[in-house]
């Protein structure tokens, strides 16, 4: 990333990030940190600073309806139900700066596309839904 300082982690975030199974692998880990340190500005990391709060537990996302039991949801099924998320928290808006895009990094047109591709509705047709 090309720092110039080296950034210092506030007590406590060590301990919880290293308690998290991190199923995205080093990948996953890399990504949270990376947005971590952009938004942190220059100060101390808090656990807040890698997209978790302290009452919040550090758990892996849910990987399709049956997760619990071992199986794991095809690819398709996993983006759709992260989409899905994502468009439950921002309340139906894909775009803007409470949008889904905003809330996956993404582009919006690129989401939007990525929803055509794996028939999620959006816009008016979302209301539609059933």
């Not at 880990?29 to 656990?47: D, T, Y």
């Not at 894909?94 to 993404?106: N, P, S, Y």
Request: charged share 25%; net charge positive; with cysteine.
């Amino acid at each position: 990333m090309g720092l110039v300082d080296i950034p210092t982690l506030a007590p406590g975030a060590i301990d919880r990030l290293t308690s998290y199974s991190w199923p995205g692998n080093v990948r996953e880990l890399q990504n949270v940190v990376e947005r971590a340190l952009i938004l942190s500005g220059g100060k101390p990391l808090m656990f807040e600073d890698f997209g978790r709060s302290e009452k919040q537990p550090l758990e892996p996302a849910s990987y399709g309806a049956n997760a619990s039991r071992g199986e794991i949801a095809s690819f398709d099924q996993a983006m759709t139900n992260y989409i899905n998320k994502a468009l439950e928290i921002a309340q139906g808006h894909v775009q803007g700066e409470r949008g889904a895009a905003k809330l996956l990094g993404m582009n919006p047109s690129t989401l939007r596309t990525k929803m055509r591709k794996l028939k999620i509705p959006f816009g008016k047709n979302r209301c539609k839904r059933g």
